[in-house]
Nanobody, 112 residues
């Protein structure tokens, strides 16, 4: 069964950090890129970071560049998102995506 499972979300104060994980299983051989997206109520689900399968190309939206770091463990098929200096506007449900499949999402809430 092909699936993506996110974990690591939670409640954090502004300026704090969280590390999200996305465990992938059941994929056939593919060179598809990995993505992190986020969504808040009433807004579209927008991508925030991506990494190519070979790890050579990484992209971020300006709002998170310099604060978030995307990486992957290719041997274990785990995608990570290290989030530092979190801001109120980072509050959202975060999803991972690969090959058209989505995880269930993990809630990140930044609040004082």
């Amino acid at each position: 069964q092909v699936q993506l499972v996110e974990s690591g979300g939670g409640l954090v104060q502004p300026g704090g950090s969280l590390r999200l994980s996305c465990a992938a299983s059941g994929f056939n051989a593919t060179d598809d890129s990995w993505y992190w997206h986020r969504q808040t109520p009433g807004k579209d689900r927008d991508w925030v970071a991506m990494i190519t399968n070979d790890g050579e190309n990484i992209y971020y939206i300006p709002a998170v560049k310099g604060r978030f770091t995307i990486s992957r463990d290719s041997a274990k098929n785990i995608l990570y998102l290290q989030m530092d200096n979190l801001k109120f506007e980072d509050t959202a449900v975060y999803y991972c995506r690969r090959s058209g499949l989505w995880g269930q999402g993990t809630q990140v809430t930044v609040s004082s």
